[in-house]
């Protein structure tokens, strides 16, 4: 089955930053398909159309309002997109924001532009692209709760470790050896337990799977 093509939402206000990230994702035509680029979280609101199946690459520090407090009025906008900011502010403050308004990737602004993209793809096959250090830096952040931890069973813990990681549902499939379709199942089931509705909200209250 071949895999939809993306849809690239860029905001970025760094004109040349803008443009560096345009160029290399519209030379991609085999992944992706609209790649669309905005200076402002002000400018995106004014959009009529419909960015639901959009993925956002979406930067903290920018003219006007800010990235993390853009992220609640994108996705009360199109709920159904996916953000992944993409920043020089890797302090574990800003990543603990940006993880529980709804991001569901950080990457340094430094990756390379082939590592960014593979993030996208991740994302757009429901992993969570993380940094390995900003993955350090949350994890260092958050202690777990025994009590949230005793709720799970051991098999939900593996799929949780697999989302941890920033391992795709087809990943942790293959890992654990069962379906995509049970492990949907188990991350049905691990949301309800943990009352939360999102990979974000799952990494800001997990460091580690005891």
């Known amino acids: 089955m071949t895999r939809s093509k993306i849809n690239l939402a860029i905001v970025e206000d760094d004109k040349q930053i803008q443009s560096i990230l345009i160029n290399y994702f519209k030379r991609d035509e085999i992944n992706f398909d609209a790649v669309n680029a905005y200076s402002s979280i002000e400018e ?56 529980c308004a709804g991001a569901s990737g950080y990457l340094d602004k430094d990756t390379p532009l082939g590592k960014i993209k593979e993030a996208v793809i991740a994302l757009s096959e429901g992993g969570s692209p993380i940094t390995p ?62 009352h939360v509705n999102s990979k974000g909200e799952l990494l800001a209250i997990y460091r580690q799977i005891p």
């Not at 959009?47 to 407090?69: A, K, P, R, T, Y």
């Not at 009360?76 to 924001?97: A, R, T, Y």
């Not at 697999?162 to 049905?188: C, F, M, N, P, Q």
């Open 133 to 194: 250090a900003i993955a350090r830096k949350v994890f260092d952040y958050f202690q777990p709760s025994k009590n949230l931890t005793e709720n799970l069973t051991k098999r939900e813990r593996d799929v949780v470790q697999g989302l941890v990681e920033g391992l795709s549902y087809k990943l942790i499939a293959s890992k654990l050896d069962i379906s995509i379709d049970t492990v949907r199942k188990y991350i049905r089931s691990i949301y309800n337990k943990l």
């Open 44 to 99: 995106v609101l004014t959009v009529v159309d419909n960015l639901d199946n959009f993925i956002f690459l979406l930067d903290i520090n920018l003219q006007g309002m800010s990235g993390i407090d853009g992220i609640f009025h994108i996705k009360n906008k199109w709920s159904l997109c996916e953000i992944i900011m993409i920043s020089v502010l890797g302090d574990s403050n800003s990543i603990f924001k940006s993880i």
